[in-house]
């Protein structure tokens, strides 16, 4: 995905948009886009941070590097200063060069620790990640933006998301700077719309501080967490606040193609500004758990949306294995079911009768794995395993948080009779 983010005003649904319009259905292997329908908020991309000074950034008098990232609202934002002249150093006075260097070390994946151990306070964990998170600068003829960062190899493959890099347009020149105020150049080892991640690589620098990756699956609602990034170009600042959700449906944009991005959110009250895309969201023992990418706007008019306490990451368990592939040059793959759905709010039977709210099957696709196990148009799903289905958005982040072979039990309902059916998830990787 190479677009730009849209205007605000062309993703505010009109007062007549249906939750049952045909036209939205959703196909889930790749899905097109969603289009909410939440009359109390504004859905729209954060619109752009002023571009930042072209100065290089000061030293930190730490090792490693400060972040910056971008949020959009429900939806995909650009990078932060996009369409402003970000003019910065395009390289390091005298950068070293790992090569295939054996020292190379790589991101930790950690259980959250158990016990009586008393997590350490904000300060601790910021002078832990600080060093883990960088600056991403991205410019062309279209214009720069800016985005963050986190290290993933002390040769310098860095993790981030995709509409980060994908801001200023293809053939783009992209720059890392770091909390120390170095800065190298950098180029794209793989980028994945469909979970809006990426993976770059930092040219000739060695001996950096990977992250310690943690399992966003061990979070619970009310946890402390740690955002950190460049809202509005301040480097390396550093917000707090508490998960205040999982598993939030999250729909924030699709490409030309109709392919949306939609994934199973934390949502955080920690503020999340443009500027602050592409950063990590960490537990207090400073263990990345999900990717800051996202925030709801108030409906500004302006178009000048910031935080207002409802910030999204993407967690870092369900895009972990495409991180993988990325970094190893391969293409990312997803698990899919087969099927287009839309929202359900259908009432079955007579009037008066239970409304059955899920994803309704409007198509199955022809040797589907859905349709091997028996699902029907006019079905609606409304659980995978133990996960409660409200709607189209819903099915296709649970989905989107397995992978191809995995094996899930299907429930849905049919002619007012719940059903459930097993089945082993397909793979849109192309042959």
């Known amino acids: 995905m ?27 292997g790749p899905q097109p886009a969603w289009t909410p329908g939440d009359e109390t908020a504004a859905q729209a991309p954060v619109p752009p941070a002023p ?3 072209p100065t290089a950034p000061p030293a930190r008098g730490r090792k490693g590097f400060a972040a910056a990232v971008v949020a959009a609202s429900l939806v995909v934002g650009g990078a932060a200063g996009f369409g402003g002249a970000a003019a910065w150093s395009a390289l390091d006075d005298d950068p070293a060069s790992s090569g295939n260097d054996p020292a190379v070390t790589t991101s930790q994946v950690v259980d959250t620790p158990e016990g009586e151990l008393e997590p350490g306070s904000v300060q601790d964990v ?43 347009g293809e053939g783009a020149d992209i720059t890392v700077s770091f909390d120390d ?122 178009g000048a949306g910031g935080s207002i306490g409802l910030g999204f990451s993407i967690p870092i368990d369900e895009v972990l294995p495409i991180v993988e592939q990325m970094a190893a040059g391969e293409e990312p793959t997803h698990a899919r079911l087969g099927i287009s759905v839309s929202d359900a709010g259908i009432t079955e039977g007579q009037s008066g009768a239970e409304a059955v709210i899920g994803a309704l099957v409007r198509e199955v696709g022809e040797d589907s794995t859905a349709g091997a196990a028996g699902l029907e148009t006019g079905d609606v799903v409304v659980r995978v395993d133990d996960t409660m289905i409200t709607g189209s958005d819903s099915l296709v982040a649970t989905i989107r948080s397995y992978r191809p072979g995995d094996t899930v039990t299907l429930t849905f309902v049919r002619d007012g009779e719940e059903r459930s059916v097993e089945l082993e998830l397909d793979s849109d990787a192309t042959s």
């Open 181 to 302: 105020g170095s800065r190298a150049s950098a180029t794209v080892l793989g980028s994945d719309p469909l979970t809006d991640t990426a993976v770059i690589q930092a040219e000739g620098v060695e001996g950096l501080t990977p992250a310690t990756i943690g399992k966003s699956e061990d979070l619970r609602v009310g946890q402390a967490v740690v955002a950190i990034g460049s809202p509005f170009g301040l480097d390396a600042t550093v917000t707090s606040g508490i998960v205040s959700a999982l598993d939030r449906p999250v729909g924030v944009a699709s490409d030309a193609s109709g392919d949306a991005t939609i994934y199973p959110a934390i949502q955080t009250d920690a503020a999340i500004n443009p500027g602050n895309s592409g950063g990590p969201l960490v537990d207090t023992f400073g263990n990345v758990v999900g990717i800051n990418s996202s925030i709801r706007t108030s409906g500004s008019s302006s």
């Open 126 to 168: 910021a002078e832990t990640v600080l060093p883990s998170v960088v600056r991403i600068d991205v410019r062309s003829g279209q214009g720069g933006g800016s985005g963050s960062g986190i290290v993933l190899s002390s040769d310098g493959q860095i993790l981030t998301n995709e509409h980060v890099i994908a801001a200023a």
């Open 51 to 53: 571009a930042a000074a």
């Open 2 to 28: 190479t677009q730009t983010p849209r205007d605000p005003r062309d993703q505010q649904p009109g007062p007549e948009t249906s939750p049952y319009d045909e036209t939205r259905s959703y196909d889930l």
